[in-house]
């Protein structure tokens, strides 16, 4: 049981370029979720899918697009990379998205933006 | 709007004195609390929750948390520091409407000197 798995763990591009982060859990949740990570500013929530074929916004989507055609994938993707979304990205599941539900987190996916 | 907040960016304690660590917390109505921690490029792992009952949470590695609505807190704390605990800790907030999202506070370091 692997829990959830980030792909790929870094990545550096160069501004305008484009790139697929792939998250995969093999829990069976429902609920998974993208989030960037800053210094000094915690986690921000991206978007979330509350199941196969559904997504939503979160707190910070500009610049950000998500699928989930599968219900054990969630993709993160970022059309034209710009400096400001250099950030630490974690994809994290849940069971359901009761209000006391744990969450899962991935290792995280370094990105560099120049 | 929720929010929730640690005031302080770093926590140093000697090896096998107690430690704490602060999370005060804005939320409509009863909240739902958590702490995560988070060692060196790791993502984040459970430790405890509060959902209702003993104001007292025990959870993973001997750490435990005390809910308090008066003040709007819940500390993290552990009677006896270990080196290893040297990591980032995270709390979190969610209130109990179905479309209250968890909110993570911005962390706080750790470190824990032999």
């Known amino acids: 049981n692997a829990g959830v798995t980030q792909t790929p763990k870094f990545r550096v591009l160069k501004t305008g370029q484009s790139m697929t982060l792939l998250c995969a859990q093999d829990?069976?949740?429902?609920?998974m979720y993208w989030y960037r990570q800053d210094p000094g500013m915690g986690l921000r929530l991206i978007h979330y899918?509350?199941?196969?074929?559904?997504?939503a916004k979160g707190e910070v989507p500009d610049g950000y697009n998500v699928s989930r055609l599968k219900k054990q994938n969630f993709l993160l993707g970022l059309e034209s990379a710009a400096p400001s979304q250099t950030s630490v990205y974690f994809c994290?599941?849940?069971?359901?998205?009761?209000?006391?539900?744990?969450?899962?987190f991935g290792p995280g996916t370094r990105l560099t933006v120049l | 709007a929720q929010s929730v907040a640690q005031p302080e960016d770093q926590v140093n304690v000697a090896e096998g004195n107690p430690l704490t660590v602060k999370c005060t917390y804005s939320?409509?109505?009863?909240?739902?609390l958590f702490w995560y921690v988070q060692y060196p490029n790791r993502g984040l792992q459970f430790l405890l929750k509060?959902?209702?009952?003993?104001?007292l949470v025990k959870g993973s590695y001997g750490f435990e948390a005390e809910f308090n609505k008066s003040q709007t807190s819940f500390h993290l704390k552990k009677p006896s520091a270990l080196v290893s605990d040297s990591a980032l800790y995270f709390c979190?907030?969610?209130?109990?409407?179905?479309?209250?999202?968890?909110?993570f506070g911005s962390g706080t370091r750790l470190s824990i000197r032999p």
């Open positions: 829990m069976n949740h429902e609920y």
């Open positions: 939320v409509s109505g009863n909240p739902y």
């Open positions: 899918s509350v199941g196969e074929g559904t997504t």
């Open positions: 979190a907030v969610r209130g109990v409407s179905s479309a209250s999202k968890i909110i």
């Open positions: 994290a599941s849940s069971r359901t998205t009761q209000q006391t539900d744990t969450q899962y």
């Open positions: 509060y959902i209702t009952g003993d104001n």
